[in-house]
């Protein structure tokens, strides 16, 4: 009787599970059509990107505490910006959840502006991972696509979603391997 109950509690938790990552898979297609069929006007305002980063990344603290994953930006104090903040926040959501996964234990999210002239935001987000081949960096924004071998949770839609999201912004994202791992570089006008 204790086995068949343990079985069945196992059996409740594998279906909730199953109906979690359902949901999730829904949401995404969900956000991903809503872009290609319902695009509105971009709501923009002005605001703090420091301030909005770091609430952003409060949300990720105890994941990245549980990992052991680092956190590192060097945005300045004051730096303004004029952006439409829930789709900033729809791509950084987005690459901060990929990096999550895709980060080794002990390993660093880095976050930081882009050097040099130019207006706008323009900033990456890198993560310690592993290098991807010149054909995966295109790739990994294609929907569904997931990199060879990879076994992690998620239905490759999180970067399709984000670029959409930078592009609908009339702003660029690209991929590329740098010395802090896999780099994902956003220019928005």
Do not use: W
């Amino acid at each position: 009787k204790e086995t068949a109950k343990k079985d069945i509690h196992r059996y409740i938790q594998n279906m909730e599970s199953d109906i979690q990552s359902l949901d999730t898979l829904i949401d995404q297609v969900l956000k991903l059509s809503k872009i290609d069929y319902q695009e509105s006007e971009l709501a923009l305002e002005s605001f703090n990107f420091k301030d909005f980063l770091d609430n952003t990344l409060d949300q990720y603290h105890s994941l990245l505490e549980q990992r052991n994953i680092g956190i590192a930006h060097t945005f300045p104090g004051t730096m303004r910006t004029t952006q439409d903040k829930s789709v900033l926040k729809s791509i950084l959501s987005n690459l901060l959840d990929n990096a999550v996964k895709y980060t080794p234990k002990n390993g660093i999210i880095s976050i930081d502006p882009l050097p040099g002239p130019g207006k706008g935001l323009n900033f990456t987000v890198a993560n310690t991972s592993s290098p991807l081949d010149e054909q995966e960096l295109e790739m990994i924004f294609r929907p569904f696509y997931r990199t060879r071998g990879n076994t992690a949770p998620g239905s490759g839609l999180g970067l399709t979603i984000a670029r959409k999201q930078v592009k609908r912004c009339k702003g660029q994202i690209i991929a590329r391997n740098s010395e802090k791992g896999l780099t994902f570089e956003i220019r928005l006008p």
